[in-house]
């Protein structure tokens, strides 16, 4: 069964031109000590998708929050989930350290489809793309695999690109043949999978960002540019057609901290970008958030916070859900967090009335909870 908890937050005042924003509820998603690990929607917003360190996958409503379903199936922790094929809207992937990535009909929450990168094998993270959209490519511990996802046959695998392990694969928003890969070894890879894939010929550009890099993402207006956070909490951006560094951020952590009156940031989980516009999202181990704007024309700086979400995590916060894409599905939702506490707080905007108030703002204050003071976890 699924708990709903609501949760107690002390109201101050804001700035007027600060938004404001509320926690609805917490939902825990299981008892003990289980963790969340990514949060992503279905195309349309009428789900969305949860990784748990149960190795299962749970369904919920993004508007309501009422639990829907549960894909059960892999064996070792979930390390990527995604819809990833449009035409197929109501499959999810996962992937896992279990060497397996499978496919899920929502539908009736079964497994319809398997690959497997090998007994040995770890899969971090995977992507479709291609000339003919019908290429599944997977980092594999320091192996890039390559699937006919149609058919299922293996076409191709880089064996020589990276040492360590393959933690992101992307194929670029707009350029489908470019396939842009991270690893714990400090290097991004592009390649061009076109034609016949090697790692000879087909080896476009190699950029040494010099630390083990836990995630990339994509933003500008084209797509052209990468943000990238490394395992050590360092931002920079990147030009991935031609390699070029645009900025780096080296003690990202420090800067951050100092653009907030909350407890110094001890980890980021992610960038939100809106075309050349970027945010970089970070948290304290006792649960709270911030939205940091990044400012990276001329010199760089990490601006002062424009968000704070507090009162509804514990623990470190593994996965942010902004619900962006669909504003008239949302009803007033503002996004979803989840967290190493197991739970998923909804954050809704401020016209709504069924709401405990937590303020968007540099001044929040809240009542301290009952937490445990931990270290993030890292997989590496």
Same mark, same amino acid.
């Given at each position: 069964?699924?708990?709903?908890?609501?949760?107690?937050?002390?109201?101050?005042?804001?700035?007027?031109?600060?938004?404001?924003?509320?926690?609805?509820?917490?939902?825990?998603?299981?008892?003990?000590?289980?963790?969340?690990?990514?949060?992503?929607?279905?195309?349309?917003?009428?789900?969305?998708?949860?990784?748990?360190?149960?190795?299962?996958?749970?369904?919920?409503?993004?508007?309501?929050?009422?639990?829907?379903?549960?894909?059960?199936?892999?064996?070792?922790?979930?390390?990527?989930?995604?819809?990833?094929? /449009?035409?197929?809207?109501?499959? *999810?992937? %996962?992937? #896992?350290? $279990? !060497?397996? +990535?499978?496919?899920? &009909?929502?539908?009736?929450?079964?497994?319809?489809?398997?690959?497997?990168?090998?007994?040995?094998?770890?899969?971090?993270?995977?992507?479709?793309?291609?000339?003919?959209?019908?290429?599944?490519?997977?980092?594999?511990?320091?192996?890039?695999?390559?699937?006919?996802?149609?058919?299922?046959?293996?076409?191709?695998?880089?064996?020589?690109?990276?040492?360590?392990?393959?933690?992101?694969?992307?194929?670029? /928003?707009?350029?489908?043949?470019? *396939?842009? %890969?991270? #690893?714990? $070894? !400090?290097? +991004?890879?592009?390649? &061009?999978?076109?034609?016949?894939?090697?790692?000879?010929?087909?080896?476009?550009?190699?950029?040494?960002?010099?630390?083990?890099?836990?995630?990339?993402?994509?933003?500008?207006?084209?797509?052209?540019?990468?943000?990238?956070?490394?395992?050590?909490?360092?931002?920079?951006?990147?030009?991935?057609?031609?390699?070029?560094?645009?900025?780096?951020?080296?003690?990202?952590?420090?800067?951050?901290?100092?653009?907030?009156?909350?407890?110094?940031?001890?980890?980021?989980?992610?960038?939100?970008?809106?075309?050349?516009?970027?945010?970089?999202?970070?948290?304290?181990?006792?649960?709270?958030?911030?939205?940091?704007?990044?400012?990276?024309?001329?010199?760089?700086?990490?601006?002062?916070?424009?968000?704070?979400?507090?009162?509804?995590?514990?623990?470190?916060?593994?996965?942010?859900?902004?619900?962006?894409?669909?504003?008239?599905?949302?009803?007033?939702?503002?996004?979803?967090?989840?967290?190493?506490?197991?739970?998923?707080?909804?954050?809704?905007?401020?016209?709504?009335?069924?709401?405990?108030?937590?303020?968007?703002?540099?001044?929040?204050?809240?009542?301290?909870?009952?937490?445990?003071?931990?270290?993030?976890?890292?997989?590496?």
């Amino acid at each position: 069964m699924e708990e709903a908890m609501e949760m107690e937050v002390e109201e101050q005042m804001t700035h007027n031109s600060t938004k404001r924003f509320g926690l609805k509820n917490s939902i825990q998603t299981n008892f003990g000590d289980d963790y969340v690990f990514q949060i992503v929607p279905k195309n349309d917003w009428t789900s969305m998708a949860v990784s748990l360190s149960t190795n299962a996958v749970k369904l919920y409503s993004p508007v309501t929050g009422q639990f829907i379903g549960e894909c059960k199936g892999h064996s070792a922790t979930i390390n990527h989930i995604s819809f990833s094929d /449009p035409s197929t809207p109501h499959v *999810l992937h %996962s992937c #896992s350290s $279990d !060497g397996t +990535i499978r496919a899920w &009909d929502i539908r009736n929450f079964q497994q319809v489809s398997c690959i497997t990168a090998g007994s040995s094998q770890e899969v971090f993270s995977f992507s479709f793309g291609g000339s003919s959209d019908n290429l599944l490519a997977a980092g594999c511990q320091s192996q890039i695999f390559f699937w006919d996802w149609r058919n299922k046959k293996q076409v191709a695998c880089l064996e020589e690109s990276h040492v360590d392990d393959v933690t992101q694969v992307h194929f670029a /928003p707009g350029h489908q043949n470019k *396939l842009v %890969s991270a #690893s714990v $070894d !400090g290097l +991004i890879c592009v390649f &061009d999978t076109s034609t016949d894939i090697d790692d000879e010929d087909h080896l476009d550009t190699v950029i040494n960002v010099g630390t083990s890099i836990g995630k990339v993402g994509f933003f500008g207006d084209t797509y052209q540019k990468l943000w990238c956070l490394t395992n050590i909490e360092t931002l920079s951006f990147w030009d991935w057609n031609d390699g070029t560094n645009i900025a780096n951020f080296e003690d990202t952590r420090s800067l951050a901290s100092e653009s907030w009156t909350q407890d110094h940031v001890d980890y980021f989980v992610d960038c939100h970008s809106e075309g050349e516009n970027l945010w970089l999202i970070g948290g304290t181990n006792s649960g709270t958030l911030g939205y940091f704007p990044i400012h990276y024309k001329g010199t760089a700086v990490v601006g002062a916070v424009e968000a704070v979400l507090a009162g509804g995590h514990m623990g470190v916060v593994r996965s942010v859900l902004r619900m962006q894409s669909k504003p008239s599905a949302s009803q007033g939702v503002f996004g979803w967090t989840g967290g190493e506490d197991g739970r998923l707080c909804c954050w809704m905007n401020d016209d709504s009335t069924e709401i405990n108030r937590s303020w968007m703002s540099s001044t929040l204050a809240v009542k301290t909870p009952r937490n445990r003071k931990k270290n993030r976890h890292h997989p590496y």
